[in-house]
Nanobody
Framework: QVQLVESGGGSVQAGGSLRLSCAASGYTYSSGCMVGWFRQAPGKEREEVAMLYTGGGRTYYADSVKGRFTISQDIAKNTLYLQMNNLKPEDTAMYYC???????????????WGQGTQVTVSS
């Protein structure tokens, strides 16, 4: 019943920008505690890119994307965003959004995942 639908992925050249969106149905981001973006490249482990506490607005960014990526939410549209600027080839990965009602940790039995959207950055 709960579904997170991502959009905005694509192919860009290094230095370009993309904005990813994640719209939720059957779930309200503001009713939970954490939302975030993860990515996984072939042969690599899935890593957390950015996260946001929906209530207080506190954010976290991986060092590799800090200063280039911005996570945000539109409460009225119940949509999560990831603005990605100055993209690099190493940003190439499948990107996933995630939401959790928990505040202290991510938990697979309790949270929800999007289907993933591909981002490819060429040099």
């Amino acid at each position: 019943q709960v579904q997170l639908v991502e959009s905005g992925g694509g192919s860009v050249q290094a230095g370009g920008s993309l904005r990813l969106s994640c719209a939720a149905s059957g779930y309200t981001y503001s009713s939970g505690c954490m939302v975030g973006w993860f990515r996984q490249a072939p042969g690599k482990e899935r890593e957390e890119v950015a996260m946001l506490y929906t209530g207080g607005g506190r954010t976290y960014y991986a060092d590799s994307v800090k200063g280039r990526f911005t996570i945000s939410q539109d409460i009225a549209k119940n949509t999560l965003y990831l603005q990605m600027n100055n993209l690099k080839p190493e940003d190439t990965a499948m990107y996933y959004c995630r939401a959790s009602r928990l505040c202290d940790r991510w938990s697979s039995p309790a949270d929800y995942w999007g289907q993933g959207t591909q981002v490819t950055v060429s040099s």
